[in-house]
């Protein structure tokens, strides 16, 4: 399968770049040190939004640390792809946060380049998010800013005010302000280009090219499993330790209990546009995780774009956990300010939170843990889910006792300034971290499974005896893709929703018959199998490595091409029928949807390959009649063929590798990896450097001192004094 159009191997992440570049060769230990980086990248990137949101320092670190150490980049740890491109949602909202209040070409430029940076990372659905947050948060700012009033939002001006924000942004600097975000926008998506129109491509082949609603809300977050945003380990501490039908991989977004009453606080200490808009993003995030449960989830999928060819609503909550991060920042922010001191409406929250906390944890003492103490004392062997529970009861009483003596001095202003903001921050980190510390990380070595040595340099030693051939691993401990990165080819490999669909239904329907004809046609040579599995019929033991993995082979396998002479008439059958079927000879037929006008015969040839790259194969050709030349590699928009220099069709043949036809005679065809998708990839990146060079320059000229410093049509003139 193409990389390039393989989205998730983020190929032109220039982060990924630097690091091949930096780290040769590049070794596991880079891609951990590359995840890590990422977790500063989305904590510096939520202080910078919360700065630019009037946040002060104090309150700006506890939220960049909420953010990016909350529930959903912490489960998610071991998906970097969604790591790299969720760390850089808060740097797109701080960028466009920056254009509306200073309109300026090269601030449009700078989003562009996050919106790059993203697009870039990995991740398709991640991406979208991104992409819905940056238009949702812009179109928020400009009705703002143009002072238009929405209904039930802070005090009412009048009808006429109303009309005048409609003017404004009906007017020429409105336009301006509209151009700016497209072209930002749209320049770093055309950027990634090169990655996007390939995995577009891609996705039309994949096996993910169409969900119904029901896979599309896989791994949504049950309602059940909310309880989670309290009592984070209720359900499992862990990816791999997790009770019910949900992994606690996908649908963890734990911010700490503390962070989610700082976060009710900020609303109602002010609640202003900014802080309900940030509300409302994480009470729709919530909504659209818990996938069939709501009807928020159906109607995205159904109309929004993109997002019928993804999966696992609950990955939204990265939008919910950079929610609470604001808040609950500017909740800290406001509560550390001297000025928080001295309104009524500020006190009176305080005393109403005190309050709260103490009826809270009243209820935690003297109802909820004597509920579950008594099923775990009433008998003789508790369940383990209890006891668990009851763990997380008693951290929840835990946090909100330390936030309520924090919050309770603050009130009798025994706590003010900078000591009341380090209180909150710490009890947040405290309550964050006694939850995520256990979560992802793991002392087992996990690229074992790749490696083999024995086996590796035996399988090399083949190849540059015999020439190419594939390997199919049946192995526990070894992944399925074992020793790719020696260059080996597999049949199959780990799952990748990328992965093209025609030929992963031809390999999972002949690996059921391993004996059969049809099977050697993906020349599949040898099975690698632990010491006590019998191998499979046609299949010899030829090697055995000192850890007990034996190395099994298959002598009548197909070579990588050959030559057939008939197809094979499959009419009224399905393809997989076919090359099942009793008359089918791989090894002298061929089955082809629609074949040219070749006559069926019993022409013979030879088909051997005398140069074989990733995007290039050379092959001699020589034969007595007319037939095909098949080569078991993959079929695939974007691979060209010629015959002695004449252009040739690639035909999909056998339902799921290549095909070539040639006439009789000794002839050599080449086949070049040349899709135009990456072609107009890179030309339309061209195109969105050009553009966001173009507003730099435009801007440094004078095109930003023609905003006049952002002002609206009809606002007045700036002072010149």
Not at 85 to 95: D, E, K, N, Q, Y
């Amino acid at each position: 399968m193409p990389q390039l159009g393989n989205y998730q191997a983020g190929l032109l992440y220039p982060p990924n770049l630097i690091a091949y570049w930096v780290s040769s060769p590049f070794t596991y230990s880079a891609l951990e040190w590359l995840a890590i980086l990422h977790y500063a990248v989305a904590s510096i990137g939520a202080y910078l939004l919360l700065r630019a949101l009037g946040a002060n320092r104090a309150g700006a670190v506890a939220g960049g640390i909420v953010f990016a150490y909350g529930g959903f980049f912490v489960a998610h740890l071991g998906h970097y792809s969604m790591v790299s491109v969720a760390a850089w949602i808060p740097w797109i909202l701080w960028a466009i946060t920056q254009l509306v209040d200073r309109p300026s070409w090269r601030f449009a430029s700078v989003a562009g380049g996050f919106v790059f940076l993203a697009a870039t990372g990995g991740h398709q659905q991640t991406l979208l998010f991104a992409l819905s947050a940056a238009g949702l948060w812009w179109l928020f700012l400009t009705i703002q800013s143009s002072g238009l009033h929405l209904p039930g939002v802070g005090s009412g001006p009048t009808s006429e005010a109303n009309h005048s924000a409609w003017k404004r942004i009906r007017s020429r600097s409105g336009l301006v302000r509209l151009v700016q975000f497209g072209l930002g926008t749209g320049g770093g998506l055309l950027l990634a280009a090169p990655m996007i129109i390939p995995s577009l491509e891609q996705a039309q082949q994949s096996v993910r090219a169409t969900l119904s609603i029901e896979q599309a809300s896989e791994f949504s977050v049950q309602p059940v499993a909310l309880l989670q945003l309290i009592l984070p380990t209720v359900f499992g501490s862990n990816p791999t330790d997790y009770w019910g039908a949900f992994s606690s991989g996908e649908i963890w977004g734990y911010i700490g209990a503390s962070t989610l009453v700082l976060v009710v606080i900020a609303v109602w200490l002010r609640p202003d546009p900014t802080r309900l808009f940030f509300a409302a993003l994480g009470v729709f995030s919530i909504l659209y995780a818990v996938g069939p449960a709501s009807p928020i989830h159906g109607w995205v999928y159904q109309f929004v774009p993109g997002f019928d060819l993804v999966r696992a609503p609950a990955r939204i909550y990265v939008l919910m956990n950079l929610s609470g991060a604001v808040l609950a920042g500017l909740a800290i922010s406001h509560l550390s300010t001297e000025a928080a001191y001295h309104g009524h409406r500020a006190k009176l929250i305080l005393r109403r939170a005190t309050q709260a906390l103490l009826v809270s944890g009243a209820v935690l003492v003297l109802f909820v843990l004597p509920l579950f103490y008594t099923q775990i004392l009433g008998i003789d062997d508790p369940s383990n889910r209890p006891v668990i529970t009851v763990d997380n009861v008693w951290m929840l009483t835990i946090f909100l006792g330390l936030l309520l003596v924090v919050i309770l001095a603050a009130s009798r202003r025994a706590l003010r300034g900078a000591a009341l903001a380090v209180a909150l921050t710490v009890v947040v980190i405290l309550d964050l971290f006694s939850a995520t510390m256990p979560f992802n990380p793991t002392e087992e070595d996990l690229v074992a499974g790749y490696r083999d040595p024995e086996i590796a340099a035996f399988l090399e030693s083949e190849w540059e005896e015999t020439g190419p051939f594939r390997v199919d691993t049946r192995h526990p401990a070894l992944m399925p893709n074992f020793g790719v990165p020696d260059g080996i080819h597999v049949a199959a490999g780990v799952f990748d929703p990328m992965q093209p669909a025609a030929y992963t239904t031809l390999h999972d329907v002949l690996v059921e018959e391993p004996g059969h004809p049809a099977y050697a046609m993906l020349n599949v040579r040898f099975w690698l199998l632990q010491a006590d599995e019998a191998g499979a019929d046609g299949f010899e033991p030829v090697f055995e490595s000192s850890a007990g993995t034996i190395v099994w082979e298959r002598t009548d396998v197909l070579p990588r091409a050959w030559f057939a002479g008939q197809a094979f008439d499959a009419a009224g059958m399905d393809v997989m029928d076919a090359l099942r079927d009793p008359g089918f000879d791989p090894e002298a037929m061929v089955v082809i949807d629609d074949p040219p006008l070749l006559p069926r015969g019993d022409a013979t040839g030879t088909a051997v390959i005398t140069r074989y790259e990733p995007e290039r194969v050379v092959l001699s050709v020589e034969s007595d009649g007319p037939g095909y030349v098949v080569v078991s590699d993959g079929a695939y928009p974007g691979w060209n063929a010629t015959v002695d220099g004449q252009p040739r069709e690639v035909l999909t043949a056998n339902h799921g590798i290549r095909a070539i036809p040639v006439q009789a005679g000794e002839q050599e065809i080449e086949l070049r990896f040349e899709p135009a998708s990456v072609t107009y990839g890179f030309i339309l990146a061209g195109f969105g450097a050009l553009l966001l060079l173009g507003m730099i320059v435009f801007g440094l000229v004078g095109g930003d001192r023609g905003m006049l410093g952002g002002r609206w049509d009809d606002d007045p003139p700036n002072d010149p004094s």
